[in-house]
């Protein structure tokens, strides 16, 4: 019992990591600019397929992730620069339907550019599984979490220690008061976006050799990532990663007790039950503050 138990607690941190990534994601756009940012699953799924395509092109890996992490950064600061700038005074609703039109364009030159074929990546370190109290799990869940521990605490150390970090922290807390200091508050939602893109497409990247790419995969993980976002309290860096990480281990913990047929649920049910008893999340009571 304790090790089948183990066993969907170390795969649901393994997938729970890349959600929080993606929640993450969420709550820094949505600190700079109060956009919640719906083509997020797209970078994500930007950063696996370049990767996996340019490493069967014969890439070495550093650099196809590197590549795949730019292009992901140059997609978001056009998203950010042409679809949301532009309609920077429109209702939420309208930014909202702004962001998923953008994700479905994304889907569809994805598809133009790649096809709607598997891409499939190999693992970083090879595939022997590694056992621990009784369970197994491959090596490169050890590169996901650990992939996402090292850019969740980069990212603390950003907004604490750089001046970029700091004014998309200031914007966070009031835009009007940003721009009368000096700040770009248009560069600093640039800024937003790229860094949004660069967590997601290298999240990406890691994953593929568990989950392959292909060019829908963003839309799961983007909705799961918004979970997480939405549990730990919109706008509140650490608390989507805290919803992440739960989010990951209820739905490995529901598909492995229940049925798998309902594993993609698990996420719309909490999401709905915080909807319904803790609209601001788990640490989103004190609304002026960001993280």
Request: net charge positive.
């Amino acid at each position: 019992m304790f090790a089948e138990l183990l066993q969907y607690l170390l795969s649901g941190l393994t997938i729970g990591a890349i959600y929080a990534l993606a929640g993450l994601g969420f709550s820094i756009i949505y600190n700079a600019s109060h956009v919640i940012n719906f083509a997020q699953g797209e970078f994500i799924m930007i950063g696996g397929m370049a990767s996996a395509t340019l490493t069967a092109s014969g890439v070495p890996l550093p650099l196809a992730i590197l590549i795949g992490c730019g292009g992901a950064m140059l997609v978001g600061v056009l998203v950010a620069k042409f679809a949301v700038e532009r309609a920077r005074n429109a209702s939420t609703v309208t930014l909202i339907i702004i962001t998923i039109g953008a994700s479905i364009f994304l889907r569809g030159i994805a598809e133009l550019v790649w096809g709607k074929d598997f891409k499939r990546l190999d693992a970083f370190s090879g595939e022997t599984p590694i056992q621990f109290l009784g369970a197994s799990m491959q090596p490169q869940s050890l590169w996901v979490v650990g992939t996402a521990g090292v850019l969740i605490v980069a990212i603390g150390l950003f907004f604490a220690k750089t001046l970029t970090g700091k004014a998309i922290l200031a914007t966070s807390h009031n835009r009007l008061a940003a721009q009368l200091v000096g700040i770009d508050v248009k560069r600093v939602v640039l800024a937003s976006f790229a860094l949004s893109a660069a967590l997601g497409a290298v999240g990406g990247a890691v994953v593929a050799p568990i989950t392959f790419s292909y060019t829908e995969m963003g839309i799961m993980l983007g909705l799961k990532g918004f979970t997480a976002a939405v549990l730990g309290g919109l706008g509140h860096g650490p608390g989507a990663v805290a919803g992440g990480l739960i989010v990951g281990i209820a739905e490995a913990l529901g598909a492995g007790y229940i049925s798998s047929a309902y594993k993609d649920a698990v996420a719309f049910v909490i999401i709905l039950a915080v909807l319904l008893f803790m609209p601001n999340g788990l640490f989103g009571k004190r609304g002026t503050e960001r993280v």
